[in-house]
């Protein structure tokens, strides 16, 4: 802890996971020292920071700091997003990186743990201004990169178009047309599935943890938060298994919609103008519109946070409980707090982490991998079948950890200890 006290995200994260795995590690406790394994695997193999200067349109020259946290490549090359958001550092892609570890473990896939980024702020520069920023970005990341060696993908402020300018940049300096980034535009070798498959994903893995504890989702009313990515297609694929949604949010305010939610409506919204759901109510006279409380005071039986981190806190969960909810399944990364995770654990909601929840978008990353290198592109059938398998395999291993280790039921416990001991297995087999 000493070693990294000016890294809080980090530490937290750390402590998080190895809390967690407290019962795998007693278990292991002399082999586990004699390889210093969690000494190990909390050291990053490779930490990059450089400097990225560029020249805005005023034709002003400008410095940021890039980053590229290569953590473990036991399962194979390392893979995780690159943040562009003025509150990156290197704490925070530490932490990220470390628990991309475990999450991509437990996608079944051959991808290690990888993150990067930079302190620059995408918000109000130019198109012009962010192609200098990425260009001059990847004049220093392509050093440390390749499509067998680390593959990074989008993540906060890095989207379709971020993706595009680093991947011509790559292509441009190496002369190498390979998958050496995810994401991108289906021209140019990106993945069908990749917009849906995190939202699709959730759903998938929400409706085997149903099944498996003799529930179903059809016929079920859920609350969604959030009306992005991930949000509008857990709203998608809820309603084609039957369930129904009647909330959505954005960071303005929420909607209720008793029919259940028009998708139609909200996508004309958020897809095609990048507007407000307070318009909603002119598509849905009946619904509701309020810029006050919070979606969890909905009556419903699922909910599926999608929007942000720590969105829904204890006295949510409190509401929840009260009205009879029966599972949660988090679409985002981190969006319920401790309290709350244990708050409905101790209820005996069911409860799918982040972790396990949301690993359908980095699953088809790796698909994206697997096609770039064939040289094939996979119909929008196909991906969908394996991130459906990739999802239900998920939950099968975190129900199936937390069972071995008495803790039936806990998937949190169980997405930690399933994503870690691949990891560990293939770190001892190949030696120090
Ligand atoms: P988007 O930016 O597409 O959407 C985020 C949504 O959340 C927007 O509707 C935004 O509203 C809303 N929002 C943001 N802050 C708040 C708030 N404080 N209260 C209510 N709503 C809020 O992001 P994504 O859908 O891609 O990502 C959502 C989450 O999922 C993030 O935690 C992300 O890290 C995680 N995730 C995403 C993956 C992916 O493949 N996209 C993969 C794995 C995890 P507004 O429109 O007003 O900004």
């Known amino acids: 802890a000493k070693k990294n006290a000016s890294e809080p995200e980090f530490l937290q994260a750390v402590k998080e996971v190895l809390e967690s795995l407290r019962m795998v590690v007693e278990a292991h406790e002399d082999e586990y020292r004699r390889d210093a394994v969690l000494e190990r695997i909390v050291e990053p193999d490779r930490q990059v920071k450089f400097k990225v200067q560029w020249v805005d349109d005023k034709g002003q020259a400008q410095v940021n700091t890039g980053y590229r946290i290569q953590f473990n490549n036991s399962i194979g090359p390392y893979k995780g997003g690159l943040r562009f958001h003025p509150s990156v550092n290197t704490g925070i892609i530490k932490f990220l990186g470390f628990e991309q570890i475990f999450k991509n473990s437990l996608t079944g896939l051959p991808i290690g743990g990888g993150k990067g980024g930079s302190d620059f702020d995408p918000k109000g520069k130019s198109d012009r201004e962010v192609m200098a920023f ?8 392509y050093k440390y990169v390749g499509a067998d060696v680390d593959v990074p993908a989008g993540d906060i402020g890095v989207g379709a178009r971020e ?20 994401g991108k535009g289906l021209t140019y070798g990106g993945s069908l599935v990749r917009t849906q498959a995190t939202g699709y994903g959730l759903l998938y893995l929400v409706d085997e943890m149903l099944r498996y504890n003799g529930m179903d989702l059809k016929g079920k009313t859920c609350a969604v938060s959030g009306s992005g990515n991930v949000a509008i297609y857990a709203t998608e694929k809820a309603t084609q298994l039957g369930a129904k949604v009647v909330t959505m949010s954005d960071s303005t305010g929420w909607i209720y919609d008793e029919e259940g939610i028009d998708l139609d409506a909200v996508k004309q919204i958020k897809e095609g103008r990048r507007g407000r759901l307070k318009e909603y109510t002119q598509y849905r006279p009946n619904a509701k519109y309020s810029e006050s409380g919070r979606v969890w005071q909905a009556k419903v039986d699922i909910a599926l946070p999608c929007a942000t981190q720590n969105e829904l806190d204890l006295e949510d969960a409190k509401m929840l409980v009260a009205n009879g909810v029966q599972a949660v399944g988090e679409g985002a990364n981190m969006p319920t707090t401790i309290e709350a995770t244990e708050y409905f654990q101790k209820n005996g909601v069911l409860f799918a982490p982040g972790k396990a929840a949301n690993a359908g978008g980095v699953a088809t990353s790796a698909l994206e991998m697997s096609q770039n290198s064939e040289r094939l592109s996979w119909s929008f059938e196909e ?7 990739i999802m239900t395999g998920i939950f ?24 870690f001991e691949k990891v560990v297995e293939a770190m001892q087999a190949q030696g120090i």
């Open 134 to 141: 990425c260009k001059a970005f990847m004049t220093e990341l």
């Open 163 to 182: 993706i595009g300018y680093l991947y011509g940049q790559y292509k441009r300096i190496t002369n190498l047309y390979e998958g050496v980034l995810t």
């Open 383 to 389: 991906v969908d079948a394996k991130l459906k398998d």
């Open 396 to 419: 099968h291993k975190i129900a199936d950890a937390s069972e071995r280790y008495n803790a039936k039921g806990n998937y949190v416990i169980g997405a930690n200890i399933a994503g």
